[in-house]
């Protein structure tokens, strides 16, 4: 069971204070609807930069969480246009996850862009979720449902994440799944 559970919000605007983090909250919430005995922590917001998510995921998972739960930062649209801002979410996670599965999803409207990542360092499971609150709550909702019934298949959980995040874009058309 999931009985140390760490979130890390990801973003500069919520480590500046800029954003409120409604996220987190929700995220609890779903947390303890699948195990009412999880001790969670939540972390101060990290920086969007690839050195600082790391830093934060390595000392939580030495720390001997059962789960990590990385907010935001999952869209990299910056790699298809210089102008939209920088994400390093699943760039971090690639960069030090042992095992992992990920699926990605981008579209025409410039907006569907998210890589979801679902992996272990050491014995710690880490998976990732949007920044926007729905489809943050969906994704959550996704996992947790899927951890009840393959808890040790990081392909599933990050397939039936995947899913609920296509919902939420509707009939709208996409360009690549992976």
Known sequence: MLNNVVIIPTGDELHE??????????????????????????????????????????NHADGKADLIIIIGGSGGGHRYSKTLGKDYTHSSLDLILEEKH??????????MWSKL??????????????GPYDEAR??????????????????????SMMEALMEQYGSRETDNIF
């Open 138 to 159: 969906a994704t959550i909702k996704a996992f947790c449902s899927a951890y009840k019934i393959h808890s040790d298949n990081l392909k599933e959980i990050n397939c």
């Open 117 to 130: 990542i679902c992996g272990k360092i050491n014995e710690t499971l880490v998976i990732n979720v949007p």
């Open 102 to 111: 990920s699926s990605e999803v981008y579209g025409k409207n410039g907006h």
């Open 17 to 58: 204070g800029i954003v409120l983090d409604t996220d987190s909250p929700m995220i609890m919430q779903e947390i303890i609807k699948l195990n009412g005995r999880s001790n969670i922590l939540r972390s101060q917001p990290v920086y969007d930069k690839e050195d600082k998510i790391i830093e934060c995921i390595k």
